[in-house]
C-alpha cells in the first residue's frame, strides 16, 4: 500500500446558477503588503507581482500613491508601477487616495485606479482624514479626473460590514456610498469587509440592498478579509448572489490593523481552491500560485496564513526558481 | 477618538429557509486529542468536558472506547467518562470502533455510541484492519447490539469526500455505507470529510444523493475538516440543503494525520461565529468557548488554529479560571 498524500487539487463539482467563470482580483502587493511592518524591498515586490501574473492572475493591485508618511512600507510605488510588465489583456491597478495620488499614478503610466471612500466616520477619520461625505467627494472627484483621462477606475467602499470604532455600519450609509462612486462613472464596485466581521446573510442581504438601488450584481466584487474566518463562506453567498469579482491575497499576505494576531487578507490559494472546486474558470494555475506563496513566505521568514499553503507544503511543490530577481 | 476594537460578537443577520437552531457537536476531546502526539492528562480532559457543557455545548463526543495500543491518547476513556457529568438533556456520546468497545462503553455507563465505517477500501485498511465492506458488516453489528441495549447510535461515514490513498471517492459507495447505517437504526449520519478536501458544491450534490437514497436531511450531520480551508463555506452549503448538525473541534484542536501542519477540525469558535451572524441558535455561548480554548492553548502552549479564538485574543477576555482541575 502506498504512502498517503495530501490532495493537491480538488474534485470540481459545479452547483447549478453559477458563474463559469470568476475574476480574482490580488490584492497582496498593495493590501497585503501596507499592513506589514518588515519593509520589503522593492525588487522582491516586482519579481511578487511578475509571479503572480505568470501564475494566471489577470487583475493585480499593484501599489498605492499614498503619501510616504501615510505607508512607508509604498513608498516605492513609482519604481514598482515602472518595473512591473502588466501582460496583455491583464489589469495592473494603483490605488489613488486623492487628485495628487491620482495625478502621481497616472504620469507614471498607471493605466486602472482604484479610489476608496468610507461607510463611516470614524474610519474615514482615522484612515483618509476627513469624513464620511468628505470621503465620497474627495472620491468622486478623483473618479471624474480618472474618466477624463480615460482610465477605468474601481471603487472600494470600506468598512460595509461593521466597524472597529462604531460597531455596526448601516446599510443605507453603504448603498449611499456605493451608489456615488457608481453614479461617479466606476467600472467596479468593491463591497470592503475591512475587518472581516461580515457572516454570509449579511452580504446577501448587502448585496440585495446595493442591487436594488441600480447598481448591477455582475458590477460588483466582494473585498473580504477571514479575521473570523467567514471569508469563504462569504465568497459562496456572493457567487449565489450574482458577484463575479473577489479580492484575495497570495499567501494571506497582510494583517488586521486593529486585532493583532489576526488573520489578514483571504488567502488567494484558498480562493482560488474553492472556485476549482465549484469548476468556476480563474485563469490562476494553483501550483504556481502556491510556489508563490512559499517563496514569499521562506523571504518573510513567517508561517502561511492559507490553509490550502500551509497543507500543500506537507508535500513541498519543487520550485527551481527560489531566488528572489 | 476611543480605541479600535476587534468585534466580539457578529452582527445576526438571518437568511429566509433556514432553520432557527442547529446542533453543534462537539468532538474536540475525542477526533481532536486523538490526533495530538503530547498526551494529555485526564483531568485536563474531564475538565475540558466539564466547561464544554458549561459553555452550552449540549452534543459531545467525550473519548473514544479503542484499543490503547491503537491510540493510546485515549487509553483512560473509563476514567474520563466516569468523571465527566452529562447534564440533563445533554448528549454524551463515545466513539466505539467495534464490539468489545461497545461492551466496555456500556459497561462504562456511556449513553449514546458512535460508529464508524470507511467509503474506501484503503481508508478501512489503514485505519480499521478490515476493508469497506467489513467496516460496514462491523458497524452495523455494532449499531444492532447498541439498539438492542437501548442505546441511540450515531454514524460516521469516513472519507465521503476524498481519500489520500485513493483520490476521489465513489459517491454510490458513500450512500451505499450511509443506507447501511440508517437502516440499521443509526439516528444521526455523519458524512466525513476526513481530509478536508470537499468543497461547496460537492456537499450539496452529496447530500441530495444521501437524501435521493431515503435519508431524512434531518438525520444528517456534516463532519468537515477544515485542511484547505473550506469547512465553513461547506458548513454554510449544508445549512442551504437541510443539515441541522455540524461538527467541530474547540480551538481546532486536532491535526490532519496525512497533512503534517495542516489545519485539523473545523473549529467550534469559527462555526459558532457564523450561526450566531445567520441568526441560528446555537445554546453556545461565545465568550465562554473563547475561554475554555484560551485555557487550552495555555496548557497545550500552542496557538489557536480557531481564527475568532485568535482575533478575540486581541484584547483578551477576562477568565477567573485559569488552573485546570
Chains 1, 2 share one sequence.
Request: aromatic residues 4%; glycine residues 10%.
Amino acid at each position: 500500500m502506498s504512502d498517503p498524500s495530501p490532495v493537491r487539487r480538488p474534485r470540481p463539482v459545479p452547483v447549478e446558477g453559477m458563474p463559469a467563470a470568476v475574476s480574482v482580483y490580488e490584492v497582496g502587493p498593495r493590501d497585503g503588503l501596507q499592513a506589514e511592518s518588515d519593509v520589503i524591498p522593492t525588487a522582491v515586490k516586482v519579481a511578487l507581482c511578475s509571479r503572480l501574473y505568470a501564475a494566471g492572475v489577470r487583475a493585480l493591485e499593484v501599489t498605492s500613491f499614498v503619501p510616504p508618511s501615510w505607508i512607508p512600507q509604498l513608498a516605492d510605488a513609482r519604481e514598482v508601477v515602472a518595473s512591473v510588465d502588466v501582460p496583455d489583456g491583464a489589469r495592473g491597478v494603483a490605488l489613488v487616495p486623492n487628485r495628487r495620488g491620482l495625478d502621481d499614478a497616472l504620469s507614471a503610466g498607471v493605466r486602472e485606479v482604484a479610489a476608496v471612500v468610507s461607510a463611516t466616520d470614524s474610519f474615514a477619520r482615522a484612515n483618509l482624514n476627513t469624513d464620511r461625505a468628505g470621503s465620497i467627494a474627495r472620491a468622486t472627484e478623483v473618479v471624474a479626473e480618472a474618466r477624463a483621462a480615460g482610465i477605468p477606475v474601481r471603487g472600494y467602499v470600506s468598512m460595509s460590514f461593521g466597524d472597529p470604532w462604531e460597531g455596526a455600519v448601516d446599510t443605507a450609509a453603504v448603498v449611499d456610498a456605493a451608489s456615488a462612486l457608481s453614479a461617479s462613472g466606476c467600472r467596479t464596485l468593491a463591497l470592503g469587509d475591512t475587518i472581516g466581521v461580515a457572516t454570509a446573510g449579511h452580504v446577501e442581504r448587502m448585496i440585495d440592498a446595493v442591487a436594488a438601488a441600480g447598481i448591477s450584481r455582475s458590477a460588483l466584487a466582494l473585498h473580504l478579509h477571514d479575521t473570523y474566518g467567514q471569508a469563504l463562506a462569504n465568497v459562496y453567498a456572493g457567487l449565489r448572489n450574482g458577484v463575479v469579482e473577489f479580492d484575495s491575497s497570495v499567501g494571506g499576505l497582510g494583517r488586521c490593523p486593529y486585532a493583532p494576531g489576526a488573520t489578514g487578507n483571504l488567502a488567494t490559494e484558498d480562493l482560488v481552491w474553492m472556485l476549482e472546486g465549484l469548476g468556476i474558470r480563474t485563469g490562476v494555475d494553483l501550483v504556481a500560485l502556491a510556489r508563490t506563496s512559499a517563496w514569499l513566505s521562506r523571504i518573510r521568514g513567517r508561517p502561511y496564513a492559507s490553509r490550502v499553503a500551509a497543507a500543500l507544503d506537507a508535500s513541498p511543490i519543487p520550485d527551481r526558481e527560489e531566488t528572489p530577481a
